[in-house]
């Protein structure tokens, strides 16, 4: 089992940039698929990204990354906007076969808490 922690979220104006981090705890992060997701109020919670797979909404501005030595992925968001706002979250699926929609988040089994992402105008 891991255990997942976000951290990085805040408060910016548009056009500014956050970067978001998610240690894991527990097991290496090596044996999972990551992904990150994000929730607005009212919304339902939709895919930001995994690996090299981004949303159209996102794509261009945001970039994942890993840091195995630290057992964390990271969110680097670039150009944010107002529509950006939300909680954020990052997920995890323990590694396995093909089989699975990515994009989808009850293809993962195991999420942080979420850390709160507000883009002013």
């Known amino acids: 089992q891991v255990q997942l922690v976000e951290s990085g979220g805040g408060l910016v104006q548009a056009g500014g940039s956050l970067r978001l981090s998610c240690a894991a705890s527990?097991?290496?992060?090596?044996?999972?698929?990551m992904g990150w997701f994000r929730q607005a109020p009212g919304k339902a919670r939709e895919f930001v990204a995994a690996?090299?797979d981004y949303a159209d909404s996102v794509k261009g501005r945001f970039t994942c990354s890993e840091d195995n030595a630290k057992n964390t992925v990271n969110l680097q968001m670039n150009s944010l906007k107002p529509e950006d706002t939300a909680v954020y979250y990052c997920?995890?699926?323990?590694?396995?076969?093909?089989?699975?929609?990515?994009?989808?988040?009850?293809?993962?089994?195991?999420w942080g808490q979420g850390t709160q992402v507000t883009v002013s105008s």
């Open positions: 690996t090299t």
């Open positions: 997920a995890a699926r323990i590694l396995t076969a093909s089989g699975y929609n990515r994009r989808s988040p009850s293809a993962y089994d195991y």
């Open positions: 527990g097991r290496t992060l090596s044996s999972y698929i």
